[in-house]
């Protein structure tokens, strides 16, 4: 029984319960990891005081350290990491390989405050994806020395990304993308970019058996200010993950399942240690923006004077309820004319129905979804379901 049957075996039981929503708020975690990780190490504060932790498994010689939640409202890398963590201590052969030739840290939150406000930004509204080298916030800094501390040999740099993504130019959505990013302007294939593009080879081949088509990477143009292209260009090898949607998921509990494989299928070939090589990275198709959550095609909208038949799409906002502490999606009009070119994940032809406005008589872009068309119905923003 190879990696991957041992871990769809074992899910279920292994599996962290009590992390379902996507909100996932500094003091939820900081209870979860005191509970079950005492030996956790703290590493910095953030810019409200809030602690920044790294949990460390394994002995080997290979160094590899993973981050979430640097975007505070991208949860997802850090469920499935925490699922990962509760795999690797089975008593499994495969387990025990990665465990015998890597040291695994993982800092599972490295945005506190933006984590407990919802935000993608810390609390002073930096982006610390983009701050590697002004350094205006602590976060960075905490990161930068870690790394510095212990030289890892490896870096896993975990986001989510939005249910716009497709694969290509097909009308599967991007599920999971992942890139080796630039060391420079030129997207040189450095000895470190080429390590990294092994390893996401191997991800894509193995995730291919569960989720065919739906695997895609970002274009690798070089960005001066990101974490990604800084930490390749000073010559670590770096993988950025990007948890995206999947059909009817968009709590993304099944995504979730595949990104802790995606990880394992990539600790699973570091510790092969087998000399680095391209592979069919580069086939594997490039993210495209092709999709909104709902597309209603050929809607009829009328006034006293004309008649149009429209395409409206829709996209799903996600706000924090504050007072229920859960996210909830706002369903926002994206676009309206021909949307021939967009897929939707709701795709409905509704062959001349009339638009209904409740707040408004016609659609409007970006205002809340607030009306019906034939047994569609939005109601101030929330989707009511057909």
């Known amino acids: 029984m190879n990696l991957l049957e041992k871990f769809q075996r074992n899910y279920e039981s292994i599996r962290v ?24 190490k703290r590493i910095g504060k953030s810019f409200l005081g809030n602690d920044i932790y790294v949990l460390k498994i394994g002995s080997g ?16 890398g850090t469920k499935a990491m925490l699922d990962v963590f509760e795999f690797l201590k089975l008593q499994e052969s495969e387990c025990e390989k990665i465990l015998e030739s890597t040291s695994f840290y993982f800092i599972p939150m490295l945005n506190p405050d933006g984590s407990t406000m ?8 930096i982006d610390l994806n983009r701050d590697f080298l002004k350094e205006s916030s602590p976060e960075i800094k905490v990161l930068k020395s870690f790394v510095q501390e212990i030289k890892p040999d490896f870096l896993f740099n975990l986001h989510d990304q939005r249910t716009i993504f497709n694969v290509g130019e097909t009308d599967k959505p991007a599920t999971l993308s992942f890139l080796a990013p630039s060391p420079n302007i030129e997207r040189s294939e450095t000895e470190p970019r080429i390590k990294a593009m092994s390893v996401i080879d191997n991800m894509s081949k193995g995730l291919e058996r569960l989720i065919p088509g739906n695997i895609a990477r970002f274009t690798d143009e070089f960005y001066p200010t990101s974490t990604g292209d800084n930490f390749m260009n000073a010559g670590f090898p770096i993988i950025l993950f990007e ?6 998921d968009y709590e993304r509990t099944k995504v979730r399942k595949f990104h802790a494989l995606a990880i394992l299928f990539a600790l699973e070939k570091i510790a092969q240690n087998e ?3 391209v592979g069919d990275y580069h086939e594997i198709p490039v993210n495209n923006k092709k999709f909104l959550d709902i597309v209603l095609r050929n809607v009829l909208v009328r006034s006293n004077e004309a008649e149009s038949l429209v395409d409206i799409g829709i996209y799903f906002e996600e706000k924090l309820d504050v007072e229920n502490q859960e996210i909830i999606f706002c ?22 129905k009339n638009y209904l406005g409740r707040s408004s008589m016609f659609p409007e872009i970006g205002e809340k979804a607030d009306f019906s068309v034939g047994n569609i119905h939005f109601e101030k923003g929330k989707f009511k379901g057909r």
Request: net charge negative.
């Open 118 to 125: 919802y935000s993608r930004r810390n609390a002073t509204g």
């Open 61 to 76: 010689k290979t160094k590899i350290l993973a981050w979430s939640q640097m975007h505070g409202n991208e949860t997802t």
């Open 275 to 277: 000399e680095a090589e």
């Open 243 to 248: 948890a995206g949607h999947y059909p009817n």
């Open 17 to 40: 319960e009590g992390l379902e929503s996507k909100y996932l708020p500094y003091l939820k975690l900081k209870n979860y990891l005191d509970e079950n990780f005492s030996e956790k």
């Open 331 to 352: 369903a926002r009009i994206e676009e309206i004319g021909d949307l021939s070119s967009y897929f939707g994940h709701l795709d409905i032809d509704k062959k001349g």
